[in-house]
């Protein structure tokens, strides 16, 4: 009797037995009710002091039968409240094993079997929970990753601090002490502006306008030319025509921090191409170190850097493609990356065309 846990057998068996007992209530009716008439009928003859009698005796069965009827309409109620009861306890039951997860159980899992709605609604609990428990892992790992960024700077600080109040310092001490404490709070303010925009970006898009990302990228190449120069890279692009439904200052956002990274972990006589077609939308190539194929997920992690030349800070905070992953999946997109050959990376991002 296992197929009885299910609700759908159990509406089945329900409504059989609706079906069964709304065909034999009318023959019921008609056999309370039936003799009754004849009953009267026999009243009707006249004969002294029996006509009276014998109306109130059938009245007082009417009165009986009616209150009988009415009995079993109550008790079929009762019944029905009491069947349907009996056939969602499965989704009750249910309903009481997931409503105390939280925060403290994020592991709990269901886990039931079979192929019935049931079984599909509690695998569907359980894979919720996979995302659920995988988003709230992941951050509580980018607030610790977060709290670390920001206590490194914040102890280099004081220590430069502690070192200026400790003895009177020199002139050129006194510059390089400034420099350096210039240097770290720009780097806190790089830091926390990257946390803004990851936090603008992952609200989702507050409009939905038709945007030239060709356009968009055009003016941020030019932007970056002279960054590009100073560093020793050849900065080119692309660009065809090519509308995208967005929000024109999260597009800027996303170009610029390709072009950003492309540059920065670059090598001297390197070159930064940008391409922006159809299908990709959106293609940003570098030179530069080698990177493992197997270490390219990680990079679009918060604070995530490869170890050796991409370990340097180089001036950012390690939030540039995690803000432009956030921003392709706030547009409906999904952006990839892979090695561009023996160095360097390809960074490619695919947006849905305008309908």
């Not at 609990?125 to 206590?151: C, K, P, T, V, W």
């Not at 170190?289 to 604070?303: D, H, N």
């Not at 905070?317 to 360097?344: M, N």
Request: glycine share 10%.
């Amino acid at each position: 009797m296992r197929w009885l846990s299910a609700p759908r057998w159990r509406i089945v068996l329900l409504c059989t037995a609706a079906l069964f007992v709304g065909y034999h209530l009318p023959l019921l009716i008609k056999w309370a009710f039936g003799w009754l008439w004849p009953l009267r009928g026999i009243c009707d003859v006249e004969v002294t002091g029996v006509q009276p009698v014998c109306r109130q005796l059938a009245d007082n069965f009417y009165v009986v039968g009616t209150g009988l009827m009415v009995g079993v309409v109550l008790l079929v109620l009762l019944v029905a409240a009491f069947a349907a009861r009996w056939a969602l306890r499965p989704v009750r039951v249910l309903t009481e094993s997931i409503s105390h997860v939280g925060p403290q159980n994020l592991g709990y899992r269901v886990r039931a079997t079979g192929r019935d709605e049931l079984g599909q609604l509690s695998g569907a609990i359980d894979q919720m929970m996979e995302r659920i428990a995988a988003g709230y892992e992941g951050q509580r790992r980018f607030a610790a990753n977060a709290s670390h960024e920001l206590r490194t700077p914040l102890a280099v600080q004081r220590t430069l601090i502690e070192v200026g109040m400790a003895q009177p310092l020199t002139n050129d001490q006194v510059e390089l002490l400034t420099a350096q404490l210039l240097q770290t709070n720009e780097r806190n303010e790089r830091l926390i502006e990257g946390l803004l925009a990851l936090s603008e970006s992952d609200q989702g898009l507050r409009a939905r306008n038709p945007e030239r990302l060709d356009e968009i990228a055009a003016e941020v190449i030019a932007a970056y030319q002279e960054r590009a120069r100073v560093a020793e890279v050849t900065l080119t692009g692309q660009l065809v025509p090519r509308v995208v439904v967005g929000e024109r200052v999260l597009l800027e956002r996303l170009v610029t921090n390709l072009v950003e990274n492309a540059i920065k972990y670059n090598r001297p006589g390197g070159t930064v191409h940008v391409t922006v077609a159809a299908a990709p939308a959106l293609t940003v190539v570098n030179t530069g170190p080698p990177v493992p194929a197997e270490a390219v997920a990680g990079l679009f992690e918060p604070f995530r850097r490869l170890s050796g030349d991409r370990l340097a800070h180089g001036g950012g905070a390690g939030l540039g493609l995690t803000i432009a992953r956030s921003i392709t999946q706030a547009h409906d997109g999904v952006i990839s990356a892979v090695p561009a050959g023996p160095e360097g990376l390809r960074v490619e991002v695919r947006l849905p065309n305008p309908t």
